[in-house]
Structures are given as C-alpha cells and as structure tokens.
C-alpha cells in the first residue's frame, strides 16, 4: 500500500515560487504514474500535472502549463512540482496522487488511485 505525504506549501507573493515534494512509501513508487492536484474553496478538484513512472512523458493543465513542471526522483522516491510565476489563482489545497495507470492519472483519478494528504499554498497579490 503506498502513502504519500506533501510538503513545501506555505504563503507567497504573486509572482513568486514554491517547490512542492511528495514522499511516497512502498516497493511500487517507481512503476507507478504520479500526478498533482489542486482544490481551492468551493471549487471542485482540479488536474494539475501527471508524469509517467519513467519521467518520460509529462502532461499539464491549460492554467500551468509554461509556469509549472512536475519531476521525480524514483531514488527518492519523490515527485516534485516546481511553481514559479504564481498567482493568486493558484490559491488551493494542493495533493499528490499515485496510479499504476498514467491515462488515469491524467483523466484525473480512478479507483485505484491513492492521494496524500494535501498541502496548502497560498498566493498573494
């Protein structure tokens, strides 16, 4: 059974960075898909960023994608999402999520998909 668990949110000005982790736990890290997610107040879960279990293939959401890029380090056992340009917009509950499937990572999740915990960032203006 893998568990996540995000960090690296916290408050900044628009315009500014933040560099999200999420740890996983279990044997399976490294074969599975990988994918970030954002919920902000009253407002349904939103894809984010999706990345193949080998690195190789990355997908964005319209909203982030040139401002965001997702990585992992399968030794770590570590997906990263780099935030730069941020806006206020971006403002939400950020979470991790893990699939042995890319499509449904980027589909947005599925029955087998774990999630951490999530990590708030929020975006001044």
């Known amino acids: 059974q893998v568990q996540l668990v995000e960090s690296g949110g916290g408050l900044v000005q628009a315009g500014g960075s933040l560099r999200l982790s999420c740890a996983a736990s279990?044997?399976?890290?490294?074969?599975?898909?990988m994918g970030w997610f954002r919920q902000a107040p009253g407002k349904e879960r939103e894809f984010v960023a999706a990345?193949?279990?080998?690195?190789?293939?990355?997908y964005y959401a319209d909203s982030v994608r040139g401002r965001f890029a997702i990585s992992r380090d399968n030794a770590k056992n570590t997906v990263y999402l780099q935030m730069n340009s941020l806006k206020p917009e971006d403002t939400a509950v950020y979470y991790c999520?893990?699939?042995?499937?890319?499509?449904?990572?980027?589909?947005?999740?599925?029955?087998?998909?774990?999630w951490g915990q999530g990590t708030q960032v929020t975006v001044s203006s």
């Open positions: 279990g044997r399976t890290f490294s074969s599975y898909a």
């Open positions: 999520a893990t699939d042995p499937l890319y499509p449904t990572v980027v589909a947005g999740g599925g029955s087998g998909t774990r």
């Open positions: 990345i193949s279990w080998s690195g190789g293939s990355t």
